[in-house]
């Protein structure tokens, strides 16, 4: 802590802007290269992320390329966040200038991060901060060493190793080239310092641009102290320049994820084909088979089995539920409860405590009481249905008139037959029962067998009359000349051979 107390306010006040104004047009897209995702969440919202969880007093994103559809998603992703708009003046030195104009109050430390820089961490900023305060510096720069530094701005070191400023790529000459130390373009600043090198930076460089970089060697020139932290992790300051680099920044993200699960007691067979969002949680002894892509607020409870092979996007799996090769959206699963194979939930579908919807089912805003199953192929849509009640295979919720949707509301201890069809709106009573292929037009009341089919009536021998000379005419008639045979047979012999 300082001990001048006249400056210990200022030593702890901390800013962070996220430059987001570039085109990124390697991409390829329509969409902005900052808007697209990975991890179930825009590039830009990983940027954020990590910013504000350095918990700053004020927090800015620079934007310009797609200027409105840009900002509504910052301001979607982080409300608090202040947007600042880059005018035509180029540059990422003109980018954070923009910023401190539209943050006059800002003292203390500046933090200048990327909206393309997915992987890096609040943990990493942290440690530059810390290292910036402790060293009381007037810059400090995170810098990586890579193998082919090429594209990048170098860091430029004097005799003694103290930094003395940061060329770029285009502006370098053959020697400099050589050097592998590169500038991630994440920075601490002192705030003052900042604004007084931003005053002289010049577009006079191989790009036209003003180059944030100069600000290092005109601190250094001003008898500040520059330094250079270098991590050793360079997925945390590579930045997603096309769709290549996207998918692989992506991937490894993932698999970050994934350790950080499997080391707080998540079971997951195949990590190589397991996919989860950022915000997707789930609790110890789970078990993640392979082919899974678990979305958005996915929630997973203990003892929990999903997959192989399912796709669920803001789905709550409660504890020791089982899901298996099923795609689902906005669904409740709870606990106990069986879902698969291949089931379809749609959002608004609440399965109760150790309920079943089985194969071949699709379910749509329906809330399924406990113990209830659905086993075998069909669909519900727009119901109720309670608790201990078996639905038979193959029934169907008709909720569509063409032009409406309609309830069906069946009760508990319900049992219905095969093919049974729900002609909404309608209600069955706790305890009835419907034959199969009933179609249900009128309520049931609780208790009664529901019959609305005609009685069956057999026309004997239509198909021998009918289709003489077919095989099926063939066969029929042999059946029936053996069963002629064997009642004879039996009134010959009416006891003991058969025994
Ligand atoms: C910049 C650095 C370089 C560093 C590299 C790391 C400068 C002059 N160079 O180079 O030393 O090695 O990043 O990736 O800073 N941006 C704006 N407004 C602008 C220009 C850029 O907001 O006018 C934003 C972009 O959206 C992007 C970031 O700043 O997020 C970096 O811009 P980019 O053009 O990629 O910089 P580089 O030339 O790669
Ligand atoms: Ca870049």
Request: net charge negative; hydrophobic share 40%.
């Amino acid at each position: 802590m300082n001990s001048v107390p006249s400056e210990a306010p200022e030593a702890t006040e901390l800013s962070v802007i996220v430059l987001a104004a570039g085109a990124g047009t390697r991409m390829k897209s329509r969409t902005p290269k900052i808007l697209h995702e990975i991890g179930g969440l825009p590039m830009i919202g990983h940027a954020l992320a990590a910013a504000r969880g350095l918990k700053p007093q004020r927090l800015a994103a620079v934007v310009r390329h797609e200027r409105d559809l840009v900002a509504a998603k910052i301001s979607q992703l982080d409300p608090a966040a202040l947007i600042v708009d880059q005018d035509e003046i180029p540059g990422t030195g003109r980018a954070v200038q923009v910023a401190l104009e539209a943050m006059p109050d800002a003292v203390g430390t500046v933090v200048v991060s990327y909206g393309d820089v997915p992987l890096l961490t609040t943990e990493l900023l942290r440690e530059l901060v810390e290292h910036h305060r402790s060293e009381a510096n007037a810059v400090t720069v995170l810098s990586a060493v890579l193998d082919d530094a090429s594209g990048y701005g170098r860091i430029l070191r004097s005799a003694d190793g103290t930094v003395s400023g940061i060329r770029e790529h285009k502006d370098a000459s053959e020697a400099e080239r050589e050097i592998r130390e590169i500038n991630s373009g994440i920075y601490a600043f002192d705030a003052a310092v900042l604004r007084k090198a931003l005053d002289q930076v010049t577009t006079d460089n191989a790009q036209g641009e003003m180059y944030l970089t100069d600000v290092l060697s005109l601190a250094a020139q001003d008898g500040g102290r520059v330094a250079a932290v270098a991590t050793d992790d360079r997925w945390q300051v590579e930045g997603a320049n096309d769709r290549v680099q996207l998918a692989a920044l992506g991937a490894e993200l993932n698999r970050r994820l994934l350790e950080t699960w499997m080391r707080a007691g998540v079971s997951v067979v195949d990590p190589a084909s397991t996919w989860i969002d950022v915000q997707v949680v789930l609790a110890e002894d789970v078990t993640l088979l392979p082919g899974i892509q678990l979305h958005g607020n996915t929630t997973v409870e203990r003892d929990a089995v999903v997959g192989p092979d399912c796709t669920l996007t803001d789905v709550q799996i409660g504890e020791a539920a089982t899901v298996t090769r099923s795609h689902g959206s906005g669904a409740i699963i709870s606990a106990g409860a069986s879902v698969g194979p291949f089931s379809y939930l749609r959002p608004g579908t609440v399965l109760g405590e150790q309920g079943k919807i089985g194969a071949f089912y699709e379910t749509k805003n329906v809330r399924i009481g406990a113990r209830s199953k659905l086993s075998h192929l069909g669909y519900a849509g727009d119901a109720e249905i309670g608790e201990d009640t078996n639905i038979g295979c193959g029934n169907i919720t008709a909720n569509y008139d063409g032009e409406k949707k309609h309830r069906t509301v069946i009760g508990s201890g319900v049992r219905t037959g095969s093919n049974t069809v729900f002609v909404a709106p309608v209600e069955v009573g706790d305890g009835a029962y419907s034959g199969a292929g009933a179609v249900l037009r009128n309520s049931v009341p609780p208790g009664a067998l529901a019959l609305s089919i005609a009685a069956q009536r057999n026309a004997e021998e239509w198909v021998i009359n009918h289709r003489p000379g077919s095989r099926s005419a063939e066969l029929a008639q042999a059946a029936l000349t053996a069963l002629e045979a064997s009642s004879n047979q039996s009134i010959d012999a009416p006891s003991g051979e058969g025994k």
